[in-house]
Each structure stands twice: as structure tokens, then as C-alpha cells.
């Protein structure tokens, strides 16, 4: 008989070459192939496991060690307080988008309306939705994610203030107008894609893939926006430090007018680009 500690020390040696977190992926793992909390676990190592339980777990195991991500092989990923249902259609959301949001967060106000291009599982439109009560409107070239995106927004409540649609950039909602548009495109230079065992490499190549320089979307974006902004709106836009700057002036460049600065993440790296129109909005092109 295996004990679930026993299990538990077998699994963090098997991950110990591949991961930095072998023993907090271990605890993730095995509670899920026991099918309870990490916390349970802990507090019952004596507890046997069942020789089906074992193998699911050794079997989870091998995937972790190949560099899948633990969020795809638990089917769920944690974003700002909340877990999103994710699958490897979909990007895994990061916390570096934790203060992009934030600020999306502060600015809007239930009534009024945002726009998240290139929604993936929802992690950002949903949690705009649910901290400010508006009505977020969110895209996605991808069918499978726009999927996703809706599971999430009803599992967490939030159908009534989430509107998800398939289409490219902002093709779907040409007809609306937004206080706020927010987007994490794709945004890694081609060259600089990672293969597996990196996480990324395990990532669907259409979410991250930013053409060569990595702003190829932004650039396709930035002409749509004006003609979808109400007054006094805020735009944010994410991409890699590398090009921030480079956003950052592709961004003043298109938007003359619009007051442009830069972001920080949680590590203070340049993450993000912010543009506030300032009242009288520049004419859109068509
Ligand atoms: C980096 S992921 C971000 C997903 C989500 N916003 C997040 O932060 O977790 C980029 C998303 O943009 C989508 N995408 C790529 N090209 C697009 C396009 N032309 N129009 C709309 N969405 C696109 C991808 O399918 C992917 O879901």
C-alpha cells in the first residue's frame, strides 16, 4: 500500500529535473488525481491511495515532467482572485496582466461599456465585468476560445455583463462604441517563439505569435480604434518590454491627441501602453 505522502515524495523527485516547483506541482497534481484540496492532503498523509489513483497520478506526473504546464494539465488557471476553465486552446492568463486590469478596474463604472480584443478564456473581460459592473464586449479569431471565454463568463456569474464574439480584431462590434478597449494580443516576435519544454511552447501558436517584431496585430488594431471610442476613453494594450517604446510610438502616431504612457507589471517591467483621449477624439479612418 502507498501512502499519500509517500506518493507525494515519489512525484516531487520525478518533477525535481524539470521544474523549479516540483513540490508545489506535486501537491497540485496528486490532490487532483485524489480528487480533493491540496490542503486536505497535506493534513492526511497517511491516507492510502488506491493503485488507480496512483497511476492517474504518475501519469500526470510524466506529463508535467515533459514541461506541460500544470493550469493545462489541471484544466484551470487562477487571475486576479478568480479561476478561469482553460484548455490548450486557449493562452493561460497571466499576472502580468494583473495591473493592466486594475487600472481598466478604476476607470470603469457599471453603465458604462469596454472592449477586450483577443479574449481568450475571458480571465480580463471577466474580471472588468465582475469588479466594475460594466458590460464587456470581448473578440476572439479563435472559435474554440470564444468557448471558453462564455463557459467562464456563466460559470462566474457574469452572462449578463459578457458578450463574446468570433471575428477578427474588431470586425464584430464595428457597430459599437467603448469607454474603455483593452487588448493582450499575440505579442512575441516570431523569431523568439519557444518550442516545447518551454510552457509556451505548449500554447496555441495563433495566441502568441506577434509576426516579426512582435506588434504586427497592434498595428492592424490601433487604425480601428478611434472610430469605436466614446469621449473621455481609455485604451490599454499590452505587449512584450522589448517593444513597449516601439508600441508606445506607433500608438501616438496613430492617435494624435491622446495622452500615451507606459505601464509597469508586478516585476516593474514596462508591460503595458495607456492612451487617454482628451476630450475631442481625432477622425477616424476609414
Ligand atoms: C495573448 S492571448 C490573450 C488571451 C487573453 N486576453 C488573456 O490575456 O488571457 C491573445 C488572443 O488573441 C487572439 N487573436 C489572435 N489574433 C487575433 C485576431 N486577428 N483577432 C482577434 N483575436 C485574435 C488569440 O486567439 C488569443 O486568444
Redesign the pocket.
Known amino acids: 500500500m502507498t501512502t499519500l505522502a509517500e506518493a507525494l515524495c515519489a512525484g516531487i523527485e520525478s518533477l525535481a529535473p524539470a521544474t523549479d516547483s516540483a513540490r508545489a506541482d506535486a501537491q497540485l497534481l496528486l490532490a487532483h488525481a485524489v480528487r480533493r484540496e491540496r490542503e486536505w492532503l497535506i493534513a492526511h498523509g497517511d491516507a492510502p491511495l488506491s493503485a488507480e489513483q496512483r497511476e492517474s497520478f504518475e501519469k500526470l506526473c510524466r506529463r508535467r515532467s515533459s514541461g506541460e504546464p500544470v493550469a493545462y494539465i489541471l484544466g484551470r488557471a487562477g487571475f486576479y482572485g478568480r479561476e478561469f476553465i482553460v484548455d490548450r486552446n ?2 493561460i ?2 499576472p502580468e ?1 494583473e495591473h493592466l486590469v486594475e487600472e481598466a478596474i478604476a476607470f470603469l463604472e457599471a453603465g458604462m461599456t469596454a472592449l ?6 475571458g ?2 473581460a471577466c474580471t472588468i465585468a465582475a469588479e466594475s459592473g460594466a458590460v464587456v464586449f470581448g ?4 472559435a474554440a ?1 470564444i468557448a471558453r471565454a462564455e463557459q467562464n463568463a456563466r460559470r462566474l456569474g457574469l452572462a449578463a455583463l459578457c458578450c463574446f464574439y468570433e ?3 474588431t470586425a464584430p462590434v464595428r457597430e459599437r462604441r467603448f469607454h474603455a478597449i483593452v487588448a ?4 512575441v516576435p516570431t523569431a523568439d517563439l519557444p518550442a516545447q519544454p518551454d510552457p509556451v511552447g505548449f500554447e ?1 501558436r ?3 505569435d506577434g509576426g516579426p517584431d512582435g506588434l504586427a ?1 497592434y498595428r492592424r488594431l490601433l487604425p480601428q480604434i478611434p472610430a469605436l471610442l466614446e469621449r473621455n476613453a481609455l485604451i490599454l494594450l499590452e505587449a512584450a518590454p522589448p517593444t513597449i517604446e516601439e508600441l508606445a510610438r506607433t500608438v501616438r502616431a496613430t492617435l494624435p491627441g491622446f495622452a500615451v504612457s507606459i505601464g509597469r507589471d508586478y516585476a516593474g517591467l514596462p508591460r503595458y501602453v495607456r492612451a487617454a483621449s482628451q476630450g475631442e477624439l481625432p477622425a477616424p479612418e476609414n
Open positions: 486557449v493562452l492568463p497571466r496582466s477586450d480584443v483577443g479574449v481568450g478564456c480571465a480580463i473578440t476572439d479569431l479563435s476560445a471575428g477578427d480584431l493582450n494580443l499575440p505579442y496555441p495563433a495566441a502568441v496585430l
